[in-house]
């Protein structure tokens, strides 16, 4: 992070279309339709997912009218997964246009697990979902059974942006690995 400048330098793996829509508009969007079609069969899980994150990504950083969902960047390049082709895009981001995370954590958001607020609180709650038969925290998520547990779980969604305060601050320390969300990916930040 520059903190002289206020930003910070992130990797974005995009497709094509993506660095198309950037050097004809200067900006791009993400779109619903994008995900979907990205994540056929799967998409409505992805897409529960991210309207979690939206609903409280846009406190921490408002989102533009034209912005629909969020484009994912790393501080890391060996965060990048490359398997779907495209392109790297290097970015200087300004900190305030970006909503900083744990990588690890969002896994969690994706597999429909529990955020637990320590190891050993995830540990009470598996023990929790066991003592009520439920072998999976996804099943809580995705059936009508559980409305108790599953409210507890994407309760706990809340706990993704835990540490974007200090990472703004550059205190990385009990982060595994720093994940950013943008609304957007301007022109202007390509380096």
């Known amino acids: 992070m520059d903190t002289d400048r206020n930003t910070v330098t992130l990797f974005s793996p995009q ?7 950037l050097m ?3 900006v791009a ?21 991210y309207d979690a994150y939206i609903h ?33 895009m290097i970015l200087e981001v300004p900190v305030n246009e970006a909503v900083f995370f744990d990588q690890y954590d969002w896994y969690k958001v994706l597999r429909l697990s529990y955020i637990g607020e320590s190891e050993e609180d995830e540990a009470a709650f598996t023990r ?25 779980i994407t309760g706990s969604w809340k ?7 200090a990472i ?15 609304w957007c990916i301007k022109k202007e930040w390509l380096i």
Do not use: N
């Open 15 to 21: 497709a094509e279309a993506v660095w198309d829509a």
């Open 24 to 26: 004809r508009d200067g």
């Open 29 to 49: 969007y993400s779109r619903r339709e994008y995900i979907t079609k990205k994540y056929e069969e799967s998409a409505g899980i992805f897409l529960a997912a």
């Open 56 to 88: 409280e990504a846009c406190r921490i950083v408002p989102r533009p009218d034209d912005s629909a969902y969020p484009y994912w960047a790393f501080a890391s390049k060996e965060q990048l997964d490359l398997s779907g082709g495209g392109r790297v």
């Open 128 to 152: 929790k979902l066991a003592m009520r038969g439920i072998r999976d925290s996804s099943e809580a998520v995705l059936k009508p059974f559980y409305p108790d547990i599953k409210r507890e």
């Open 159 to 165: 706990r993704l942006f835990r540490h974007d305060d």
């Open 168 to 182: 703004r601050r550059g205190d990385a320390s009990g982060v595994r690995a720093i994940q950013a969300g943008l």
